[in-house]
């Protein structure tokens, strides 16, 4: 028979083993989850930054795009035609603001302030209808199982409102744009560099391009945003909609964003339109769908005629999958994203690895096709 300090050693024997492995368990589920989160945080800051650094490859490409076209029809050479280029657009973004931000800032001031006013008159006017008032009941039940719009806003602005700040972003962007804009061979060489020998050519001849590619790209965007924004602004000048040369800047801004900006420029003018009277609404709203067929199907085919054409599907779907990943910044960046990735998957995955040169034979028909239907 055994003794009693025989039988009371037994279990405290046993639960020293099985204490331990309970917390060595704890510990390591502990760190693996802690590794995951440190992990998706990680890789969420690397996207980010390296959208803010494509940013500056976009104002690096257009700087670029300027002091080329300067030293070709100037004795200046590269480097001074980059130095005048952004003396150049200091002085005239100086200009801007002496004469229009005033005026602007007013403006401005005034739409945080009538927006408000207009959406109340809106919602007292819809409530005087039996199937608004439906609608806008059944939209309330809605919002009852939706999070917080000031929540969803904050998480959509992302890398704005997180990890850099939008002044942050701000100065990355003008810094290392001008630094790749004066020096872009320099940094050219340093990524061949990690290219092995054999396909050192193909890179560069595929980054060249690239570079290409977006400055046409910017060349489109730049002129589809000036003619939507001097087309919205007179037409609202003309309905006599108030506030209509900030209205036109807005569209003029938003324009740069497919998709999505042509709708967020809209909405404050139909209902600052709808507080003069529904007619006034109906007006503007034509006037947009107006304007936004004009440029979708007229200026911006002619344009990406000779510039650079994104397929409008492919471009809405970069901006939804940045926008769940990113926020609001990879919705900006997702059509010159899609440029990019285009010559990209041409170049590298169609014609070298499958072998297929016909692309551009394809894409030859294809705009031979167009002139002539047009």
Not at 56 to 85: E, K, N, Q, Y
Not at 211 to 221: M, P, Q
Request: aromatic share 10%.
């Amino acid at each position: 028979m055994a003794s009693p300090q025989t039988l009371d050693s037994t279990p405290s024997s046993n639960s020293d083993p099985a204490g331990g492995s309970s917390f060595a368990e704890f510990a390591k589920r502990t760190a693996l989850i802690a590794a995951v989160v440190l992990g998706a945080w990680l890789l969420g800051a690397a996207v980010q930054g390296f959208l803010v650094l494509f940013l500056a490859i976009l104002f690096a490409v257009f700087i670029r795009s300027i002091s080329g076209w300067l030293a070709r029809h100037s004795p200046l050479s590269g480097r001074w035609a980059v130095v005048a280029t952004l003396l150049g657009l200091s002085a005239l973004l100086a200009g801007i603001i002496l004469l229009v931000a005033p005026r602007t800032g007013t403006q401005f001031v005034e739409l945080g302030k009538t927006l408000p006013e207009s959406f109340s008159q809106l919602r007292s006017h819809a409530m005087e209808y039996e199937w608004s008032r439906y609608a806008m009941n059944a939209a309330e039940d809605v919002e009852d199982y939706l999070p917080d719009p000031r929540v969803m806003f904050r998480q959509a602005a992302g890398v704005f409102s997180s990890t850099f700040g939008a002044a942050s972003v701000l100065l990355v962007v003008l810094f290392f744009g001008v630094c790749l804009a004066i020096e872009p061979r320099t940094y050219l060489r340093g990524l061949l560099h990690l290219v092995p020998l054999h396909r050192r050519p193909r890179v560069g001849q595929v980054v060249d391009e690239i570079g290409s590619a977006l400055a046409l790209w910017l060349l489109s965007v730049l002129m589809s945003m000036s003619i939507v924004g001097i087309f919205t602004g007179v037409g609202l000048w003309l309905l006599g909609i108030p506030l209509f040369f900030v209205l036109g800047l807005l569209a003029f801004l938003l324009c740069f964003i497919p998709n999505i900006g042509p709708i967020l420029a809209a909405a404050p003018a139909v209902i600052i339109a709808f507080s003069i009277s529904p007619e006034k609404a109906l007006h503007v709203v034509i006037l947009y769908l107006g304007v936004q067929t004009l440029e979708s199907y007229f200026i911006t085919p002619f344009i990406q005629r000779k510039t650079v054409s994104l397929p409008p599907a492919l471009t809405g779907v970069a901006q939804l999958v940045l926008a769940l990943f990113t926020g609001l910044l990879g919705v900006i960046v997702a059509a010159p994203l899609m440029a990019v990735a285009m010559v990209v998957v041409r170049r590298f995955y169609v014609e070298d690895a499958l072998g297929d040169h016909t692309v551009e034979e394809d894409s030859a028909t294809s705009e031979e096709a167009t002139s002539a239907d047009s």
